[in-house]
């Protein structure tokens, strides 16, 4: 069978087998959970509680006016003991509340929302809103946002992203495979919220078990669905490339998936709507992967936000050996950390713990080309990468370094070890800077 | 017999074109303004673009045809302001300074140290772009020296040892480069003259500070509260110095229990640090 893919990509080996075979374990309520006000794309948030307040499990402790944010709410019953600067993994520090839990286990909870079908769209995503969803996968992008046609746009098509490209990382395998019904529910109040008339379900072909499950599964939605199985190739489970791969369109440079009347949602933030429906709370608790050669065991967890990575390490069991690198998110996209007092947050896909510091000599480009083969946005790499070492930042633009997604698919065939990831980030965080400047310098 | 040829073929031919060359060097001359060579001659000729005009040539231009003030160039001082202003016959102002780059940290290696392994760029905005400092200060000097390379009158020296820049204050021009490109906003203009100046951007907690930096401002007020002229004041968690009530007692300088505070512009400072770059480099 030809498996539908995207042009680009590499085939890295996918180290799964630490946890894909393992069950979501539940995580006991730690003592304490630190939320940063800071968890989605967008804009902070500022806080509705203040030191010394009792909060329930499930009340909603900080939200903003802005269109573009998500509200928090408190995945514990306890005490605020403070607001101040905390690790943040992806921001270095960042103003954060502490909870303290008191064991009381007081609950705040919504009223479940049944006759999904006969719901208005616009209450579905305020109901989104309210509930705090983001985009699961990593981004983090606010789900009220995407599933909000601009006026004059019309979604066709749902996505539901359950391709995992990242190495490591099975945290969404074991949500489809052990919160099948949940995503099914959450699927129907997304596709409701978007209006879109059919949906594909993406999974890549490694995951062959959650692939048959919801073949059978599909046949009970109100709406035609099918599960695309996906070639297993990294980057997949990017919106762009998932896109390219399910229906062949392709998203315009600087353009979103609401361009091409898709909109594309991770299982995992469909299995958070479909709890908040059935169980009435919000997103509090996501399935986190903590896996690498490092970890005595491995595990998936459900784990309050806000839990301290320490306390996690220590439930899997403490080290094998002393790891000398920690990842938040897969190896590929995630992001090193440099404490063990990060705490989980929303966007929080996994930690991955290496021993090997995987240090490379680097030397000259020798012109091989196989950075722009396995370029999935058919960008050109290595232009890209001098461009920005010998500061061209106009040229760079001119070659839309901005549609680059910081995948790491070049960094990881070049044979001269160049940090052209890296080199390219400079080169957008540098043009977009000018941009905001104005003027032509 | 044979060489009398081509010589004459090709003396008479250079003859022609030296003929040629002569008559059209008169025809089609460009005429320059004189005044405009002047004042080219005067600009440090560094093309540093700290004017905002492209090149010293183009701000000679514009200064002789008054599109731009006699003082426009900020890297040559009030002596290029002066010869300017005397050429083109426009009045400057008098007690503007010239100013001198500061850097505005002392986190060396040995001070802020490192709380993890950086294997990306050796730059540092690339560094800056990652949210986790590999530094244990998030507002301290990097160390990757992009000041250094793109300062265009080598006033700036990469102390490798301690990993913080060194600015050798007779070259320096205060064209600002440097202070445009430091990610961290580390480095600032200062009249050049002896000053004390408050050698911390920090505006973590003071707790913070403490675990990361020896020589960090931990907003203790010590020195707002001991300057005998009230000329410190701590403002949105900086210290900030009133230079015109300063009047260079030092006192702030010996009662900082962290000394951040330090002493710019002092010339046996200066040559001790000069020297040290030296020994270092």
């Not at chain 2, 560094?127 to 400092?133: K, R």
Request: aromatic residues 6%; proline residues 7%.
């Amino acid at each position: 069978m030809r498996l539908n893919t995207f042009p680009g990509g590499i085939h890295s080996p996918t180290f799964k087998e630490f946890t894909a075979t393992k069950p979501i374990k539940e995580f006991p309520f730690p003592s304490r959970v630190v939320l940063p006000l800071l968890q989605h794309t967008g804009a902070p948030l500022s806080p509705l509680v203040k030191k010394g307040d009792r909060v329930k499990r499930g009340q909603k402790i900080a939200d903003v006016e802005a269109f573009i944010s998500a509200p928090l709410h408190s995945p514990l019953a306890g005490k605020v003991a403070g607001i101040e600067d905390y690790f943040h993994p992806l921001l270095g520090r960042f103003p954060a509340l502490t909870i303290e839990n008191d064991g009381s286990g007081e609950e705040e909870r919504k009223d479940p929302l049944c006759d999904i079908e006969n719901k208005d769209p616009a209450f579905l995503r305020e109901w989104i809103r309210e509930g705090g969803m983001v985009g699961l996968g990593g981004a983090a992008f606010p789900t009220h946002v995407k599933v909000s046609p601009p006026p004059g746009k019309k979604i066709d098509t749902f996505i539901l992203n359950g391709a995992e490209c990242e190495p490591y990382l099975t945290c969404d395998y074991r949500v489809m495979i052990e919160r099948s019904s949940a995503i099914l529910i959450g699927l129907r109040v997304l596709v409701k919220a978007c209006g879109a008339e059919r949906v594909f379900i993406g999974i890549e072909e490694n995951k062959i078990e959650a692939i048959e499950k919801f073949d059978k599964l599909v046949k009970d939605l109100p709406f035609p669905a099918r599960v695309v199985p996906l070639l297993t190739k990294y980057p997949q489970g990017s919106e762009k490339q998932l896109i390219v791969a399910i229906l062949g369109r392709e998203v315009p440079p600087g353009g979103l998936p609401l361009d091409v009347g898709v909109v594309v949602n991770n299982v995992q933030t469909a299995w958070a709507v479909g709890r908040m429906a059935e169980e009435g709370l919000p997103l509090i608790e996501r399935v986190i992967t903590l896996s690498g050669e490092c970890l005595k065991s491995p595990e998936n967890l459900q784990v309050p936000l806000g839990t301290v990575l320490s306390d996690l390490v220590d439930f899997c069991g403490g080290w094998v050996e002393t790891p000398k690198k920690v990842i938040m998110g897969g190896p590929m996209m995630g992001v090193a950390q440099t404490s063990l007092q990060v705490p989980v947050v929303k966007g929080t896909s996994g930690f991955v713990f290496l021993s090997n510091l995987y240090e490379k000599k680097e030397y000259p480009c020798i012109r091989c080309r196989r950075c722009i083969d396995a370029c999935p946005m058919r960008l050109f790499p290595t232009m890209l990468g001098k461009f920005s070492e010998y500061q061209a930042f106009d040229e760079a633009r001119d070659q839309r370094v901005l549609d680059c997604m910081e995948c790491g698919a070049c960094s990881y065939v070049c044979p001269s070890n160049i940090s052209l990831t890296h080199l390219i980030r400079l080169a957008k965080a540098e043009v977009m800077r000018r941009s905001r400047k104005g003027g032509n310098q | 017999m044979d060489i009398l040829m081509p010589t004459v073929l090709i003396g008479v031919l250079s003859l022609i074109f030296g003929v040629m060359l002569a008559w059209f060097s008169q025809k089609f001359a460009v005429e320059v303004n004189p005044l405009v060579q002047k004042a080219e001659e005067v600009l440090p000729g560094a093309n540093c673009g700290a004017c905002g005009f492209p090149g010293c040539s183009n701000l000679a231009e514009k200064i002789v045809a008054g599109e731009a003030p006699p003082d426009a160039c900020p890297a040559g001082g009030p002596k290029v302001w002066a010869e300017l202003s005397a050429l083109v016959g426009k009045e400057v102002d008098s007690h503007r300074e010239a100013q001198k780059a500061v850097l505005l940290c002392q986190g060396a290696r040995e001070v802020a140290g490192e709380v993890a392994v950086y294997q990306g760029l050796k730059d540092c905005k690339a560094a800056h772009l990652l949210g986790n400092s590999f530094k244990s200060c998030r507002y301290g000097c990097l160390g990757f020296g992009n000041c250094v390379r793109v300062c265009p009158f080598e006033a700036m020296i990469m102390d490798e040892e301690k990993g913080l820049p060194i600015i050798i204050e007779d070259k320096c021009t205060g064209c600002g480069k440097c202070v445009e490109e430091c990610p961290r906003s580390i480095i600032t203009l200062l009249p050049a003259r002896e000053q004390v100046v408050e050698a911390c951007v920090s505006l973590a907690s003071p707790r913070e500070t403490r675990q990361s930096c020896k020589k960090g401002c931990i907003k203790c007020s010590i020195c707002v509260k001991s300057c005998p002229e009230g000329a410190i004041t701590l403002e949105g968690g900086r210290i900030k110095i009133d230079r015109d009530k300063c009047n260079l007692c030092g006192v702030c300088i010996e009662k900082c229990p962290t000394k951040c505070l330090i002493w710019v512009g002092n010339e046996l400072v200066l040559e001790e640090k000069e020297l040290e770059a030296k020994v270092g480099g």
